[in-house]
């Protein structure tokens, strides 16, 4: 065995030139201590000396006894370390005569002195003034009976993984969150059911008063400190978690293995003595009082990532080409270094908000916010936003119904101009696209229609107040710095139901293409000598799936040579009993041109039967030497024009499969030689030459 005053030293760990220089630094005064710092050991030689040098590295103002006890590690290297840390001074180390536990272990430690004691787990790591912070909660209120700090594995002490806890490193350091916890939860606790010992502060007085840990019930650990927290809220004190610490927590190095049984057991005796806990534990994480102390964390980290306000994107949460041209805007915003926040509804409770970036790699606290009260968690959230901070309404279906009036009312207090782009029509529809009861365009009709047309068509719990509806948008729109419209044919629409609105035009940009990742199997038909017409994207209703459907079955009832690929998805279930209708299955942006070749078709069909706002799709049509057949209506025929390309035909069609059938076998196949290449917006500069911001939250002069 090597000599106990020169243990080995361990790659990645402090060595002995490291802690002797750090002892030096220190200010320690156990002779004056008012705390006793207790770090009971077992095993774990890397965390456990991570630790301790923790604490000896952190400089305190707050005098403290440093008490190690070490409960007959197996671990003898540890035990070397642990002799020679005490040999230079680190503070008291006592080693039991037989294995005690941790709650025997921490009785012992607690009888040695009558001062306060902080429980600190050999698996954490503590920084820069965290005692202090400690002692300034201990002064903030009388009768605290325990304190516990925040950490990344706590249960409901937990930053950023709630409940579950995580080891995953942050794009912030652990010492800098704490930091961060310092400036932004100054001041702030909570109180709570139970502390969590891997580092816990317990009072003196608490102690006298209801006693130390129940040593026999929870022998081997885990509930002692439930118990104890349970017993002191029943004699009058509180037990507290502090926002302002947070202290990194690695999590069961002593347990190892056994931790689950060990888990188990201990519930079993806490419920025995406290039936009603789980109850109050629950009630607590359902009302979340953490949650604000979390999310400042969270707002303090986004704030950090960039010097410029944020940009929040206003959104649904139904895909589609609404999502691309959202995710393509954030990624030119990100790339040019701002911070996209993307609050959508949730999918459970459409009163309640969830707000998401890809630029961070956890967000704890920023899920299920509350809209829809004036002072709501939403709505706090964005009254911390950086000054500056532009929003961007994209759409608001499957929203609540008073979503529109409320975002802007809500977005005009806190101070926070807004564009809105009008990608689809759920303003003046509230099933978004113009489309009856009878799977027809419905040109925007009057209110009461269309009140008796979502009567029939949508769930009764769903049924909106279509006046109400209307003018509820139309204050969100006449509200907005700028309205967008992806096409001039969308800007009409909107300008002869709302006159007066000025709307700008903004045709999408481009896709930014990555390499092409996918491992799909895509199903694509080998070729025939059939005309095989080419459908791109998720064919829906309104995309015009029927009249799909009911062309196909014409031309495979007169044996026509038609046949027709879906690049994309859509419910096989249309196409049960279609000999000439193939579904190749959803495909990555990346992979469309690749498929478009292996498909080899010869023409495209555009069959929507409500107007486009735009369509990507049509983007990639028009980069092919293919021709294009489509209705004419709204963007794509707008386009088609614009080009002279494709061939368009009355959407009176669309009842007649057998006219489109025709239509479309005797469609001229390729490009005309009059045909204008599409030369697409582009906007290099994003912030100025898209939203016309310049700098960042100021408008251009």
């Not at 707000?355 to 911390?384: M, N, R, Y």
């Not at 007066?500 to 390499?515: F, M, N, S, W, Y």
Request: hydrophobic share 40%; with cysteine; aromatic share 8%.
């Amino acid at each position: 065995m090597a000599n106990p005053t020169t243990p080995p030293e361990a790659s990645g760990l402090p060595t002995r030139e490291e802690w002797i220089d750090a002892l030096a630094r220190r200010t320690y005064r156990p002779e004056a201590a008012v705390i006793d710092v207790i770090i009971p050991v077992y095993d774990g030689l890397e965390e456990t000396l991570r630790c301790i040098f923790s604490v000896v590295s952190a400089e305190q103002t707050t005098p403290y006894r440093l008490l190690l006890i070490n409960d007959c590690s197996p671990n003898p290297t540890l035990v070397e370390w642990l002799a020679w840390l005490a040999d230079h001074g680190v503070g008291d180390l006592v080693s039991n005569p037989e294995n005690l536990g941790f709650p025997g272990t921490c009785n012992r430690a607690m009888g040695m002195s009558e001062r306060d004691v902080l429980l600190l787990n050999s698996d954490t790591e503590v920084y820069h003034d965290w005692l202090d912070r400690f002692m300034e909660v201990v002064a903030s209120k009388p009768r605290i009976g325990t304190i516990t700090a925040m950490s990344n594995n706590a249960t409901i002490a937990s930053y950023p993984v709630w409940l579950e806890g995580s080891n995953d490193d942050l794009e912030v350091t652990w010492s800098h969150l704490d930091e961060i916890a310092a400036d932004v939860n100054r001041g702030q606790y909570v109180e709570v059911p139970t502390g969590i010992g891997f580092c816990m502060f317990i009072s003196r007085d608490g102690l006298r008063e209801v006693g130390d840990f129940d040593q026999v019930a929870f022998k081997a650990g885990y509930g002692e400190e439930n118990d104890l927290c349970r017993r002191l809220e029943h004699a009058g004190f509180s037990n507290l978690i502090a926002g302002n610490i947070f202290v990194r927590h690695v999590g069961s190095v002593s347990f190892g293995k056994r931790r689950q049984q060990l888990s188990k057991v201990g519930l079993k005796a806490l419920l025995a003595k406290h039936p009603d806990y789980n109850q109050l534990v629950q009630q607590f994480i359902a009302r979340d009082p953490m949650a604000p102390l979390r999310r400042n964390l969270d707002l303090a980290r986004l704030r950090e990532r960039s010097d410029k306000p944020p940009m929040l994107f206003i959104t649904h949460t139904w895909g589609g080409g609404i999502e691309t041209h959202a995710q393509d805007m954030a990624s030119r915003l990100m790339s040019a270094g701002y911070t996209v926040l993307f609050a959508r509804p949730n999918g459970h409770d459409r009163k309640k908000l969830d707000v998401t970036t890809s630029q961070l790699t956890e967000l704890s606290a920023l899920g299920l916010l509350d809209f829809t009260h004036p002072d709501g968690p939403f709505w706090d959230f964005v009254s911390k936003l950086e000054p500056g901070t532009h929003a961007h309404v994209h759409s608001l279906a499957g929203w609540e119904h008073d979503s529109s009036a409320l975002l802007a009312t809500g977005l005009s207090r806190y101070g926070v101009e807004y564009d809105v782009t009008l990608h689809d029509y759920s303003p003046i529809c509230p099933q978004n696209h113009l489309v009856d009861s009878t799977d027809r365009y419905c040109t925007i009709p009057q209110v009461d229609i269309c009140q008796l047309c979502c009567e029939s068509t949508i769930h009764p719990d769903f049924i909106p107040n279509v006046k109400k509806w209307r003018t509820d948008h139309e204050l969100l729109l006449r509200g907005a710095r700028k309205l967008f419209a992806p096409s001039n044919d969308t800007a009409l629409r909107y300008q002869q139901q709302l006159p007066g609105l000025t709307i700008e035009l903004r045709p999408h940009a481009p896709l930014v293409i990555g390499q092409s990742r996918s491992k799909k199997n895509l199903r694509v038909p080998p070729k025939t000598d059939r005309r095989r017409v080419i459908l791109l994207g998720r064919i829906s209703t309104v995309k015009g799936i029927d009249v799909v459907v009911a062309t196909a079955k014409f031309a495979a009832q007169r044996e026509l040579p038609l046949e027709f690929v879906i690049l994309g998805e859509s419910s096989l279930g249309w196409f049960k009993n279609s000999p000439n209708i193939y579904v190749t299955g959803e495909y990555e942006q990346s992979d469309v041109d690749d498929l478009i070749k292996r498909v080899d078709g010869d023409l495209f069909w555009f069959p929507a039967i409500a107007p486009e706002t735009f369509s990507y799709a049509l983007s990639t049509a028009l980069a092919t030497d293919l021709n294009i057949v489509a209705f004419d209506l709204g963007a794509i025929a707008e386009r088609l024009r614009a080009t002279r390309r494709g061939i368009l035909h009355s959407i009176d069609l669309m009842l007649e499969p057998e006219r489109l059938a025709v239509a479309l076998l005797e469609a001229p196949l390729g490009v005309t030689p009059d045909s204008v290449t599409e030369i697409p917006q582009t906007y290099p500069d994003l912030v100025n030459d898209y939203y016309q911001l310049c700098p960042f939250g100021k408008q251009c002069g």
